[in-house]
């Protein structure tokens, strides 16, 4: 029994072959050394990753919610770092195509589309996570450019990539009102990157980025001055989605692996699975996988229908990242001491959960913003 459609049937074993034979056997080694084979992007490409929620219009493969859903879900199946790298790199031209003008569309996104070039997204900041519209980072009108000064912390592979969406306040007695977005390019604008290490999804970079006076000309405004807050929020609320649905395929990789395990390694001489309570912690990640599966799948329809999607990509965001930490915790449990070991895929699935519940909105934030949806009334502040 399936809930997709034939044609998304068909993809999702398209690009679940193709990372299965090209992806899967790299993930070990890059995990080890901290990198990412950039090589294999461009054949991501041809699935609709990074070009599928942009119009044919704009060059883009303008793929359904579910088509994207779908695909994160495999990315993560494969690789954390994949789906975290897949996920900044479809959000950004994303936006670039529903708020640029012709000339930036014209600028940027052939190069993004095509793989040519990389992009990052840079909202957060030492003094302002969770709580975005107290952001500092200041952008000044200077003849025809703006200048920007300040710092962004945590921004995925912003070492790897030279094109940006930074966003800055242009007026910091305006509050979230004076936000405005920017584009970047690298090759036009000084800034310096330096990298954070972290602990999970290690494929991936995790950078602070200083804007030291960096000139950005007037014209690469992305959106209205002073709407960078409503810019941001769009692509934010696809990156729920898509971070919802990659905690899905985490958790699907820790049913497979367990199901592996336990079906093979024998302890008091017989199959681990044929003892009851491994089969509870087995039937427990399948019904955390496939609840949040269509949690997920609820919030991509939901987006394809025409509706904002807010609230349910919120409540997907909130279950299946926490489902995926429950998920890769037991998954780890029926593996044992090996399951605590390097060489073993659920120890990177158990760290690579661990990011679920954090960027694009906490879980407690996803509670609180579903909170004042149904209860009229704010307890974030
Ligand atoms: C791997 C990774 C990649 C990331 N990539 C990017 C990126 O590319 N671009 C980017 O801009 N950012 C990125 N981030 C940053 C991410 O979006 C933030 O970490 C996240 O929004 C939380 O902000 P914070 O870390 O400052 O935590 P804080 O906001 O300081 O929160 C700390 C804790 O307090 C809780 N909390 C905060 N406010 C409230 C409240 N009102 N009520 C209850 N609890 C509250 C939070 O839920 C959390 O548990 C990334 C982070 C990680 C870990």
Partial sequence: MTMLTEEELDLQRSVRSFLDAKVAPLVAEHEQARTFPWEILPSLHEFGYVGGLVSPDDGGDDLSYSMLAIL??????????????????????????????????????????????????????PDAGSDAGSLRTRASKEGDSWVLQGRKIYITNALHADVGIVLATVDPEAGPKGITAFLVDGTESDYAVHDIPHMPVRGTSSCELVFDGTRIPEHNVLGEVGRGLSTAMKAINVGRLNMAMGAVGLSQAALEESIKFATTRQQFGRPLGGFQLVQEMVVEIATLTQTSRLLG????????????????????????????????????????????????????IFRDAREATIPEGTSQIQILQMGRALLGQSALR
Avoid at 79 to 102: D, F, M
Avoid at 107 to 119: K, Q
Avoid at 301 to 314: I, T
């Fill in 72 to 125: 994160m879900e495999e990315a993560g199946r494969c690789w954390g770092s994949l789906r975290t790298t897949l996920n900044i790199l479809t959000i950004v031209p994303y936006l670039i195509s529903v708020v640029g003008t012709e000339e930036q569309k014209s600028r940027f996104l052939p190069d993004l589309l095509s793989g040519r070039r990389r992009a990052w997204f840079a909202m957060t900041e």
């Fill in 297 to 348: 799948m609820h919030a991509a329809r939901a987006l394809d229908a025409g509706d904002s999607g807010r609230q349910e990509c919120s409540m997907a965001k909130y279950y299946c990242g926490e489902s995926a930490n429950k998920a890769a915790s037991l998954a780890l449990q029926v593996h044992g001491g090996a399951g605590l070991m390097e060489e073993s895929p659920v120890e990177r």
